[in-house]
């Protein structure tokens, strides 16, 4: 989103206000990335707790991935109606509220609706906490901003499976939404103390009233079509199939429509640069596999190999301990080198990694199970970093804003919609692979026998064979998942080179 401020109204801050003010708005856009992945490892936790299966409980992912994007879009709109600052602290101290609602929810009903509002007020804070960055820090200072917010946005999503699980395991789920209360809160008071002389003037832009509609209508009902689909077994219900068939007639109303409003919600006009088109589909494919991994590992480690909701997070967030690391290095060669070849390192990468991830037995240590994670954060700024400038550098500068807005939808929905898929097939695979494995195992009963002839019953026995059956069909399942994964990255690979060389480098100030 670009500024809405006249540089000649308002100066910069300086010293220590500019270092509060600063630290006010990393705070702010860490605390709505982390949210992202916050309940991550808290899933089998939140699920127990509220009486529901661990599937039905990837929904507090998804409910608020959803929400937020569909928010993204609009918060150039709203800030333009209500003011940026406005809009910001808003968004702030409704995000505190919520994430209080959702602490106390006692259902998972209840929780997910909560968590859909928390989605819809922490949606505007990513983008507007950066406008006001470049806002605050004067021109020469303009690149220490766009890192400090960088840095939060890489750093959220690392720390939310350690802080989630630490969480859990010492206090109780709800504190993973109550930590964010007193944040917000303070964020919001001080917020308005030091930026409301920084709020921009007021336009009585009209909103596309029908195309927001029409989006949160396929939105909502793709969406939920691919949670309650293993639920209600797919296309045999006939609920599954009214939300399909709306799924895809209100996305074909949305795209009809919003090519020909005057003043669409979403800008699809952008799609018609050929590098903008191809940077989206390979963040699409990309983040979704990589957002679809991070979701299954810890249900995994937490459900069948024995981990503590902290053991999780931290096997988890290794993956960013090196993301860190080579981010300001990456930033530097995006400059100086094509951006293709490092998304295609990158993405490449990424792909050998979790190929590598994709032959796990259920005897691996945490070494071996940590490792591939470790090494996986050398490829996720590749991936990151420069393909925000490929896919800007492909627009006219008029349009970044909307582009920007749209790539950090797409990118969000595809993040939900593997959540979805990923959570159904592990479970589905599962089933197959129990079934393919129980038809083979003990056919001529020798295990059996030698596990009574050492003391156990005929009972024990049964139990003990389908206990090492169930954990190697999850454990195939996993590796099935994870091969599926390697491959959407190799797509996203080959994608990446469909986008002609930039001629240009953009100014990724504007990414949402």
Known sequence: MSSNFSDANVQPLQGAQLVGAGLL????????????????????????????????G???ITSYAVAEAITVPLTGWLANRFGTVRVFISSMIMFGLFSALCGMANSLGMLIA????????????MPLSQTLLLRIFPKDKAPAAIGLWAMT??????????LGGVLCDQYSWPYIFFINVPVALLCGYMGWKMLKRYESPLLKLPID??????????????????????????????EIIILALVAVAGFVAFMIWELTERNPIVDLRVFRHRGYSASVTTICLAFGAFFGATVLTPLWLQGYMGYTATHSGETTALSGILAVMTAPFVAKMSVKIDPRKLVFIGVTWLGAVTLWRSFGSTDMSNFQIGWPLLLQGIGLPLFFVPLTGLALAS???????????????CRTMSGAIATSLVNTGW??????YHAELASMVDQLGDASNTLTQAGLTIEQARVSIEQTVQAQSIMLSTNHIFMLAAIS????????WFAPKPTRVADTSSAH
């Open 25 to 56: 708005l990393a705070a702010a856009n860490f605390i709505a990335v982390l949210d992202t992945t916050i309940a991550n490892v808290s899933v089998s936790t939140i699920s127990g707790a509220l009486g529901a299966s661990s599937s039905q």
């Open 58 to 60: 990837t929904y507090v």
């Open 114 to 125: 909560f968590r859909v509002l928390q989605g819809l007020a922490g949606g505007p804070l």
């Open 153 to 162: 946005t890489l750093i959220a999503p690392i720390a939310g499976p350690i």
């Open 209 to 238: 009233k029908i195309g927001l509609i029409l989006m949160i209508v396929w939105v909502a009902a793709l969406q939920l079509m691919l949670d309650e689909g293993k639920e209600k077994d797919w296309f045999a219900s006939n």
């Open 395 to 409: 627009v006219d500068e008029s349009e970044m804003a909307s582009a920007a807005g749209l790539m950090s939808f």
């Open 427 to 432: 479970e589905n695979k599962a089933a197959y």
């Open 489 to 496: 990255f190799a797509l996203a690979a080959t994608a990446v």
